[in-house]
């Protein structure tokens, strides 16, 4: 904006001394609620990891924590609303109409902005999806309140204010943000940042309904087609349990045969940090950190990523993390568990035989006997 | 036609460097660039006006110095410059900069022309929040399309359009009336590298500069720090974790020796991962 050229921290300083003031309105504002973005019968898995993240600030703020489902009437529109129970919903907001079969702008934004200002949530939580983002703007926009796109960490303070740590300049530095004087506090999260909370199987809790009063002849957008997105192209990255994934180090496109490798070796799925994307030796759905895809693998192999800050958001849920480099100074040692000072090209080929060796059913019938 | 492109002057963060003990950010000597992913839009709306003729209008708000972002985007070929700037928009967090935009583009329709298109850039590098776009449209009740990938049919005189929108796990075709909000995803054009000709208009053209007044804000309360509802409180730099790395040397011994090694670190630390990758070995031995 028209800051001056200096720096950002003593401009946020001053401001930091703002202390909530909120309406009387606004204090009526309770609960912490939860998007829940389903289409075609699908529920978008960061749904859920929302919900777990609402359970703790919901016990920190002594409040209860509901899912808002929306959709066309049916199945699969009451099957998301079951499921969020199971995910640890107390309440669901369920507002079922033809015209929400499809998302789109204009009855997403009304029928989310209706059930705020009738049931009043203190914050609401949404996926920093296309869809998600598409709707949070436009929502905040029309309460006029505030919105903190693209969360890394949720707290509540003190004097029970949300808290949202989201990265700033280029992922280079983190701020916290509050929506101090208005409600709801509005966030969005990129899935994969939060951890998935248990699945409990529980019968369907308290269901209240909302009308949507909009007739298809008064919503201007219609959606003509969906093409998905052909199977071969789509990597599983966000959602796998080992990923395997190379960097410039590698030095060649055709050196990545040895990430590919490794990972076919072990079912896992591959990435690789920006600057080979831009190189177009991957694709950009390949691309693992702040642009691309947050991974929350069990198992993270790296080879020749120096583990820039950009690169280093997006990895850092991973429960181990296996760096290979030859720099024995790269950052990426600093969030690594297990660290190799060598050649990757040399490294990945013996890893992959090693666990070849190792998975072969016949060799370890024979270990087990 | 009349287009209204918004841009955004942002530091070049790939060369953003942190004070090590004051954690602020140097930007002395840091070049500023157009926002990346505003390319996109830019181009999308010359190659329209180019289509279908009329006028291309780039708008920014900004310090008075991003008066050079507006100057490339018309060596690009925009048709008109229009800058907004004034004090009382230092600190705008999205609201605030959507209230300001989508009043100044209400002040360009009066006095340029009313735009059958705004567009902006799917984001920014700086904020990265994606929200500005939805924000403008919301205010100035436009239809919105974000992350449009492709702009298919456009039918002026009919007043619609149609767009390939990228979704969750495809793409959506849409048909909706102008006037539209476009946010447009990147890497769907290449920005077109400018004539001679452009390049010497831009030069000696005229930026239009507005303060808040100007541009139709009558309500201050709306703009900048006060026009924010979010606060930030606290700039940090990200933590490392505190525990150390175990390495492990290659060179000393076979690769097999080694290859064994690793893996029994990788199984040890993450027993479940060694279930996994047995039962997946068994799937893939079954085929
Ligand atoms: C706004 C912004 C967003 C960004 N978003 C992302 C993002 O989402 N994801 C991302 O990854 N980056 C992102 N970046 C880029 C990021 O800053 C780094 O430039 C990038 O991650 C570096 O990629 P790299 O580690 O592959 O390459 P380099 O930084 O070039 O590192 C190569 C590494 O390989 C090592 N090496 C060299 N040869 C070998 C060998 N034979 N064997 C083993 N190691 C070797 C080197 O020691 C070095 O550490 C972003 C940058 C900006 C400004």
């Known amino acids: 904006m028209t800051q001056p050229p200096k720096p950002a921290a003593p401009a946020a300083a001053g401001r930091g001394n703002m202390k909530a003031e909120l309406s009387d309105h606004f204090k009526q504002y309770k609960h912490v609620w939860v998007f829940i973005e389903q289409e075609r019968g699908v529920v978008h898995p960061v749904s859920f990891e929302l919900l777990g993240?609402?359970?703790?600030?919901?016990?920190?703020?002594?409040?209860?924590?509901?899912?808002?489902?929306?959709?066309?009437?049916?199945?699969?529109?009451?099957?998301?609303?079951?499921?969020?129970?199971?995910?640890?919903?107390d309440v669901v907001y369920l507002c079922e109409d033809p015209v929400l079969e499809h998302y789109r702008n204009e009855p997403y934004t009304k029928a989310m902005t209706d059930i705020v200002n009738t049931y009043k949530p203190e914050i609401l939580l949404l996926g920093a999806t296309t869809l998600g983002r598409d709707l949070a703007g436009s929502v905040a926009t029309t309460l006029a309140t505030g919105l903190t796109a693209d969360c890394t960490e949720l707290a509540v303070d003190a004097d029970k204010s949300l808290g949202a740590t989201r990265p700033t300049f280029g992922g280079s530095l983190l701020c916290t943000i509050y929506t101090l004087n208005y409600r709801p506090q509005m966030a969005t999260i990129r899935p994969r940042v939060m951890a998935m909370p248990p699945r409990v199987d529980k019968p369907i809790g308290r269901i209240i309904e909302h009308r949507l009063d909009m007739a298809e002849d008064n919503i201007i957008t219609k959606v003509l087609a969906f093409l998905p997105d052909r199977d071969s192209n789509k990597s599983n990255l966000a959602y796998a349990d080992v990923v395997v994934a190379g960097g410039m180090g590698l030095g060649s496109p055709e050196n990545f045969q040895l990430v590919k490798r490794l990972a076919s070796t072990i079912g896992a799925e591959y990435g690789c940090s920006r600057p080979v994307v831009q190189k177009g030796w991957l694709t950009a759905d390949r691309q693992i950190g702040q642009t691309g895809k947050t991974i929350r693998p069990k198992l993270y192999i790296c080879a020749g990523i120096s583990g820039a800050i950009q690169h280093r958001v997006g990895v850092e849920g991973a429960d181990m993390i296996v760096a290979i480099n030859t720099d024995k100074n790269a950052p990426i040692f600093e969030i690594a568990h297990v660290g190799i000072v060598a050649d990757a090209l040399k490294v990945l080929p013996a890893l992959t035989e090693a666990f070849r060796r190792r998975l072969s059913p016949h060799n370890r019938d024979k270990l087990a006997s | 036609m009349h287009i209204v492109?918004?841009?955004?002057?942002?530091?070049?963060?790939?060369?953003?460097?942190?004070?090590?003990?004051?954690?602020?950010?140097?930007?002395?000597?840091v070049p500023t660039i157009i926002n990346p992913y505003d390319l996109f839009a830019l181009e999308e709306?010359?190659?329209?006006?180019?289509?279908?003729?009329?006028?291309?209008?780039v708008l920014t708000m900004g310090p008075p110095m991003a008066e050079d972002s507006l100057r490339r985007a018309l060596t690009y070929g925009a048709d008109r410059a229009v800058l907004l700037t004034d004090r009382f928009f230092a600190g705008s967090d999205t609201l605030a900069t959507s209230f300001a935009l989508a009043t100044a583009i209400a002040r360009i329709s009066e006095v340029y022309g009313k735009p059958e298109i705004v567009f902006t850039g799917k984001q920014t590098i700086d904020g990265d929040t994606a929200q500005v776009g939805p924000g403008i449209a919301k205010r100035l009740d436009l239809l919105q399309l974000t992350y449009v990938s492709k702009i298919g049919k456009l039918d002026l005189d009919g007043g619609s359009i149609e767009v390939e929108r990228r979704a969750e796990g495809g793409v959506q075709v849409l048909k909706t009336r102008l006037p539209v909000l476009i946010t447009m995803l990147e890497g769907t054009n290449d920005m077109r590298r400018g004539s001679m000709k452009d390049a010497l208009r831009a030069a000696r053209a005229e930026v239009v500069k507005w303060g808040a007044k100007d541009a139709g804000i009558e309500d201050m309360t709306k703009c900048g720090l006060r026009g924010s509802p979010t606060v930030v409180k606290r700039v940090f730099a990200p933590g490392g974790r505190t525990d150390k790395a175990e390495f492990i040397t290659f060179t000393d011994k076979t690769p097999i020796e080694f290859g064994d090694e690793l893996v029994e670190a990788i199984f040890k630390r993450q027993p479940a991962v060694e279930d996994d990758l047995i039962k997946h070995a068994h799937e893939f031995a079954a085929y």
């Open chain 2, 45 to 57: 709306a010359l190659r329209l006006r180019d289509k279908f003729g009329g006028e291309v209008t």
């Open chain 1, 53 to 89: 993240e609402a359970r703790k600030l919901a016990d920190k703020l002594g409040v209860e924590v509901a899912g808002v489902v929306c959709g066309a009437p049916g199945e699969a529109t009451k099957m998301a609303a079951a499921e969020a129970f199971c995910y640890g919903a």
């Open chain 2, 5 to 29: 492109v918004c841009i955004k002057q942002v530091p070049d963060s790939a060369q953003i460097r942190v004070h090590p003990v004051t954690n602020t950010i140097m930007r002395q000597g």
